[in-house]
Nanobody, 125 residues
Framework: QVQLVESGGGLVQTGGSLRLSCAASGRTFSIYAMGWFRQAPGKEREFVAAISWSGGNTYSASSVKGRFTISRDNAKNTVYLQMNSLKPEDTAVYYC??????????????????WGQGTQVTVSS
């Protein structure tokens, strides 16, 4: 089992920045690819970004490319999502996920091995 706990969400103005963290515990963190997803009110959950177990391969949705950066620290069992130049359309509950797959595969799958409980990000206009 892997337990995932997100933090770092909050309220920010358009153009601002936030850094989300996802702390993992349980089975060996470093063997899992990690991803961030989000779900806005009334919409389906969508892929945001993912990173391979080593950190050497990342993949991001086109809507966040150039603004969001995913990274991980296996020594701390933590994955991060640095979000810059935030827009109102980035408002959503952000979830982290873990699975033994590739970042590219995470972008097209909806079922992951493990999910966190989510953290709210609200961008005001």
């Amino acid at each position: 089992q892997v337990q995932l706990v997100e933090s770092g969400g909050g309220l920010v103005q358009t153009g601002g920045s936030l850094r989300l963290s996802c702390a993992a515990s349980g089975r060996t963190f470093s063997i899992y690819a990690m991803g961030w997803f989000r779900q806005a009110p009334g919409k389906e959950r969508e892929f945001v970004a993912a990173i391979s177990w080593s950190g050497g391969n990342t993949y991001s949705a086109s809507s966040v490319k150039g603004r969001f950066t995913i990274s991980r620290d296996n020594a701390k069992n933590t994955v991060y999502l640095q979000m810059n130049s935030l827009k109102p359309e980035d408002t959503a509950v952000y979830y982290c996920a873990a699975d033994r797959t590739t970042p590219q595969a995470m972008s097209v799958r909806s079922n992951m091995g493990y999910w966190g409980q989510g953290t709210q990000v609200t961008v005001s206009s």
